[in-house]
């Protein structure tokens, strides 16, 4: 008998706990929305983030929490929020609203593959709601406009790709077409030893310049012999004897007249 007793207040206790967490919880979940009402977004994620440590079974704490941090733009951990909701639940309208979000916060990452996926899976509980059908159409169309871009760029890597590679052989070509110039004039240089006709150039100039150093005799040139000059000279006058002689050096080198005449 005593030990009924017992064992009925230990649960009495236990219940009594478990409403005081569930009160706690609720408590939480309440706060949270009254911030997240007030666009209180921050304040809104601290309140739901102490009400999932509470009960992280709870579809409402994550699903609360992964709107709050869609609104701050926190997509990515929004999304995890949603996906967790999603396992957690077996409520049509819940599973739903959760895979509606995750392919709202998808889009907003802007990636329309993902979001398609999304609403598609929210369609199976709720294939006539209007703003999942809406905002599929939405993802369809800007995936389709991601997926031309992409191509696009692709198409002008390819054709950059193209014309770098174009340039290159024009490069090795002109190269070997330099080469094989080179190696023509090479060919057509005349037989020989370059140094041994320098060195034979140089033989003729020092056989000039030894020409040029030697000293000419100017009276060389149309020189009268001695016996006919001494024959002019004697039948000359005194003034004709000078004019001869003149006349003698007339084709001779010039030099200064010496102050001695030597006749």
Same mark, same amino acid.
């Given at each position: 008998?005593?030990?009924?007793?017992?064992?009925?207040?230990?649960?009495?206790?236990?219940?009594?706990?478990?409403?005081?967490?569930?009160?706690?919880?609720?408590?939480?979940?309440?706060?949270?929305?009254?911030?997240?009402?007030?666009?209180?977004?921050?304040?809104?994620?601290?309140?739901?983030?102490?009400?999932?440590?509470?009960?992280?079974?709870?579809?409402?704490?994550?699903?609360?929490?992964?709107?709050?941090?869609?609104k701050i733009k926190k997509y990515d951990e929004a999304i995890a929020e949603y996906q967790k909701a999603q396992k957690i639940t077996n409520n049509k309208d819940e599973k739903a609203a959760s895979y509606y979000n995750e392919g709202n916060a998808h889009l907003q990452n802007g990636d329309g593959e993902k979001a398609v996926n999304a609403y598609k899976n929210a369609l199976k509980f709720d294939p006539d709601n209007e703003a999942i059908l809406k905002n599929l159409q939405i993802a369809k169309k800007k995936q389709k406009q991601k997926d031309n871009k992409q191509n696009q760029q692709n198409q002008q890597q390819n054709q950059q790709n193209n @014309? %770098? !590679?174009?340039?290159? $052989?024009?490069?090795?070509?002109?190269?070997? #077409?330099?080469? *094989?110039?080179? =190696?023509? &004039?090479?060919?057509?240089?005349?037989?020989?030893?370059?140094?041994? @006709? %320098? !060195?034979?150039?140089? $033989?003729?100039?020092?056989?000039?310049?030894? #020409?040029?150093? *030697?000293?000419? =005799?100017? &009276?060389?040139?149309?020189?009268?012999?001695?016996?006919?000059?001494?024959?002019?000279?004697q039948r000359s006058a005194n003034q004709e004897r000078e004019t001869a002689k003149k006349l003698l050096n007339k084709n001779g080198y010039y030099s200064p007249e010496s102050n001695t005449k030597d006749w």
């Open positions: 008998m005593l030990r009924k007793f017992f064992v009925h207040i230990s649960l009495f206790f236990l219940g009594l706990i478990a409403v005081k967490a569930q009160e706690s919880l609720n408590t939480l979940i309440f706060r949270g929305n009254r911030s997240f009402d007030k666009q209180k977004y921050g304040e809104a994620t601290s309140t739901f983030s102490e009400a999932v440590k509470k009960n992280e079974k709870d579809f409402g704490a994550h699903y609360n929490l992964g709107n709050s941090l869609y @014309q %770098n !590679k174009n340039q290159d $052989n024009n490069q090795n070509q002109q190269g070997d #077409q330099n080469h *094989e110039n080179k =190696n023509n &004039n090479t060919k057509n240089q005349p037989n020989g030893n370059i140094g041994d @006709q %320098n !060195k034979g150039k140089g $033989n003729q100039g020092a056989e000039k310049q030894n #020409q040029k150093n *030697e000293p000419q =005799n100017p &009276n060389d040139q149309n020189k009268i012999p001695k016996d006919l000059q001494k024959l002019i000279l």
